[in-house]
């Protein structure tokens, strides 16, 4: 069984640093991209970036490349999503999901982990 | 903002069909690009609903369908039933940003 398993709920204070995770068991990991999509509270869902664990090869969304760094350690399995600075308008859940690199879709999703950013 | 814009909200009785549209432009859909299609309940993740314009993955009622014309998609829902009250999403591919993929802006499907 595909699963996706994320970290659990962070709160931090502007200007923290923060890394979250996904796990990914139930298939060859290697073999599909994963993305990141952020969804800010109330709001609808958008695209941050992909990465391939084989190569590491990464990809970001304009609007996110240079504030969020996407890393994957493919010896364990698991995709990273990691600021340096946080800042409020990071308040917002992150799903990673397993791309479909035929089609496109992302068939499989983490359980999200929601971020709070609040001095 | 979403390249791919959707309509706010649409609403139905049990049993009625209702729609939902995804209208992009030459650099997304009307390039090519498929389209899929999201089930969100809110406070869940998204679910796949339809994948490459018209797949439904197993497990997906047959109630739900897809198409894509021209710079446009849309999603069915007929027989609606209390359980489709959600948040739907459409994804395509944008060609004039980065690698991007993209999603529609959102419809909130009411079942009256």
Known sequence: EVQLV?????????????????KASGYRYSNYWIVWVRQMPGKGLEW?????P??????????????????VDKSINTAYLQWSSVKASDTA???????LTLSGAFDYWGQGTPVSVSS | QSVLTQPPSVSGAPGQRVSISC???SSNIGAGYDVHWYQQVPGTAPKLLISGNTNRPSGVPDRFSG????ASASLAITGLLAEDEADYYCLSYDNSLSSSRVFGTGTKVTVL
């Open chain 1, 6 to 22: 994320q970290s659990g709920a962070e709160v931090r204070k502007p200007g923290e640093s923060l890394k979250i995770s996904c």
């Open chain 1, 48 to 52: 941050m970036g992909i990465i391939h």
């Open chain 1, 54 to 71: 084989a190569d590491s090869d990464t990809r970001y969304s304009p609007s996110f490349q240079g504030h969020v760094t996407i890393g």
């Open chain 1, 93 to 99: 859940t992150y799903y990673c999901a397993r791309h």
């Open chain 2, 23 to 25: 209208t992009g432009s």
């Open chain 2, 67 to 70: 198409s894509r014309s021209g």
